[in-house]
């Protein structure tokens, strides 16, 4: 037993390790786009008379520029031609880093590439849960570290002449960490306690993968040319993931079949302890009815697919990811152009601050955890409905109300204002997987949770898309940029609706007689005895 308990601890570390280093690399993506600036990508867009005011440096600048050749016209391209061919990060050491001050056009086309990589990340991160619920863990496991594999090396040796491999290297990283954080959130199933600690660390730690892309910037800082790091990450997700599936393996449930069987040995036998512990793995929900002399057991049959999927919680839960997933990327994707316009000088040092705060995810994810945790003792005596939708309220409101804060925050524009900024950014990011997450794992039965969990991703990166739209409105003017941001505070309003009808469905079940309303999946099911 003490042996089985080692063996599960070393299984939730290395989950949490891998989410950390390779769910969610794309969250950094301004360390990133940061790098392919300083190395001129799509310069050429930028007009050749504001190449002067597109570039402030320091000494290591001046340094360059003395010592680099002279060139015959006044072309960008060519510029950049000389300073690539002198080592451009020779000189840009952490504290003499070259600041590029992009123009809107390449920053534009930069975003253009991060709007179109998301879409496909989240509808291809759909097929998981069909594959892994017919297949198992082993084979999508095994093509996960494939694909974000392939990512990497897309991203590694991507360049000026091929930069659209950008996209193909973003859509591979992300698909494949999506892959990884759902198998790693079957894991929950093995914990008879603390499954939404668990939950809220592993999102934490999703939160914290913007410190690949943060490694890779240092890398660049000191003169190691990115792809050198990018090999390496590659070589340590196939030692991080080979280890997480053979503990998989170690831990892998037995067929449906056998279970049942076993299970209604154990209740015909009366043997009870085990039958608790065997609970949470089987894909059926068991409930206990008490009665004055005695303790029966009921089997409640899980609803259908299409019943999870068809009710007006799902439905609204599709809205508000799609809500906040927008908010998220469009974030994410637009944070080095505010940090151009509003503190040009120091692109490096905030981008720096944002990872660094981003990274503390992994701490800050221990409030939406404990929140939870705390929501659930505290409707522990309620019907099975109220169970499973009271605890989730009070989370996802917090999210939108973060998000609300977030879009305010943006309004002032000083430094301080920033790193404020940076922190309530980072708690959001915490509440909205974690209350994501949980509201899943408690509201579905186990064997849907791989479809309807990605399906929320799917849409919300669908609805993302529009950001690149936003984008375009928010460099318009000064007053678009006002208007985006109150655009962006209404839509978050509106996300307030989920939370809502989670509490309308659980007042009216609570006014029935018994739970078998059909106002929410978890009730729409009828109970038999086995």
Known sequence: MATCNCLLLLFIFVAILESLLFAVIYAGWSSYVYILIDYGFYIDLCETNKLSTNIVGNNSVSLMLTNSPKVS???????????????????????????RHSCKEQQEQLHLLYSISMVPIFILSLC??????????????????IITCCGCLFLGFVNRDMPLLIVPGMVCVGVGGICLLTINLKISSLLTIGSGLYIAILSGACDSSVITFR????FHDYGVPYRYPFIGFVILHIIVAGSSLLLHRKFDIKPKDEQISEITDE????????????????????????????????????????????????ISFLFIMSVFMLNFL????????????????????????????????????????????????????????????????????IVS???????????????????IEFVV????????????????????PPKHINVIFPLGLCTGGIFSL??????????????????????????????????????????????????????????????TDL
């Open 128 to 145: 998981w849960g069909p594959l892994i619920y017919k297949f198992g863990v082993t084979g999508p496991k095994i093509l996960s570290i």
């Open 401 to 419: 109300v973060l998000g609300i804060v977030l879009h305010i925050l943006s309004f002032f524009t000083s430094e301080t204002t920033l790193y």
């Open 73 to 99: 016209d006044n072309n960008s391209d060519s510029f950049y031609t000389v300073i690539d061919e002198q080592n451009l990060s020779k000189y840009s050491l952490e504290n003499t880093t070259i600041q």
């Open 267 to 314: 209740i015909n036998s009366n043997n009870t302890e085990t039958l608790l512990e065997k609970e949470k793995v089987l894909d059926f929900s068991f409930e206990r009815s008490y009665n004055k002399n005695q303790e029966n057991y009921t089997v409640k049959k899980c609803p259908s697919l299409k019943d999870s999927l068809c009710c007006l919680p799902t």
């Open 330 to 397: 469009y974030y994410i994707g637009t944070i080095n152009s505010r940090l151009q316009n509003a503190v040009p000088d120091q692109v490096s040092y905030f981008t720096n601050v944002l990872s660094y705060i981003m990274f503390s995810g992994i701490v800050t994810a221990f409030l939406p955890g404990s929140m939870a945790e705390w929501q659930r003792k505290l409707f522990k005596g309620r019907n099975v409905i109220q169970r499973a939708l009271l605890p989730n309220i009070l989370p996802l409101t």
């Open 466 to 527: 529009s950001q690149y739209a936003i984008f375009l409105w928010y460099n318009q003017s000064t007053n678009a940029q006002f208007q985006v941001k109150i655009f962006m505070i209404l839509l978050l309003v509106t996300s307030l609706v989920h939370p809502l009808i989670l509490f309308i469905t659980a007042k009216s079940a609570c006014k029935k007689k018994d739970t078998e309303g059909k106002s929410f999946v978890t009730s729409r099911v009828k109970t």
């Open 215 to 218: 490694i890779i910037k240092v």
């Open 425 to 444: 950014f980072t708690v959001f990011r915490s509440f909205l997987f974690s209350s994501a997450m949980l509201f899943v794992v408690s509201a579905y």
